[in-house]
């Protein structure tokens, strides 16, 4: 029998390059991750916008999911991930005030799915916390990767995760973005 030569790798897709995280979300949306794919996605976002990411291990995490370091940051930000269906009160945001001063880390991020109480906004007035809306940051990823990477992504995740006609904000979106910082809101 002669000897079976290998057979050459298949090209690459756009969509084979992204990593897993980020497809899952374009392909299903945020709602269908579970917590630990949702700090996944979170890390992978700010990996592929050129920060330096450390994740700590699944399970007891002592209230930071990312360590963020790099790029446009002044020291190490702390980031803690929150997939829930109901807002983040001010004990855990008081909590990972906490936990920034344990660290020593220069800021931090909150990246959670529902928003805060009011309660934990007045709370986050003066501190070196802020909030980001998992939506925003994969709309800059959307915006960031696959619109160079698979732009038929890009147009089946906007039709998916399009707000109805009475919920748009007017926001110009640039397809040739090329400055790689994020504007990151302190308050709904």
Not at 68 to 96: M, N, S, Y
Not at 163 to 186: C, G, M
Request: aromatic share 8%; charged share 25%; net charge neutral.
């Amino acid at each position: 029998m002669p000897e079976q030569l290998p057979l050459p790798p298949s090209p690459r897709t756009p969509w084979d390059s992204l990593p897993t995280p980020l497809r899952r979300v374009l392909e299903l949306g945020l709602n269908a991750l579970d917590d630990y794919e949702f700090e996944q996605f979170v890390a992978e976002a700010f990996r592929v916008m050129g920060y330096e990411v450390k994740t700590t291990p699944r399970g007891a995490d002592e209230g930071v999911d990312i360590f963020l370091t790099g790029k446009d940051l002044p020291g190490l930000c702390v980031v803690q991930c929150k997939h829930w269906k109901q807002a983040v009160g001010v004990v855990e945001i008081r909590e990972f005030y906490g936990v920034m001063a344990h660290f020593k880390a220069v800021s931090g991020l909150y990246v959670c799915s529902t928003g805060v109480t009011e309660a934990a906004k007045k709370f986050l007035k003066g501190k070196a916390i802020s909030l980001l809306r998992p939506t925003e940051l994969a709309g800059e990823i959307v915006e960031r990767i696959a619109i160079l990477k698979a732009p038929e992504l890009v147009l089946k995740y906007k039709a998916r995760n399009s707000p109805k006609p009475e919920q748009v904000e007017p926001k110009e979106i640039s397809a040739t973005k090329t400055e790689s910082r994020i504007i990151i809101p302190n308050s709904w």
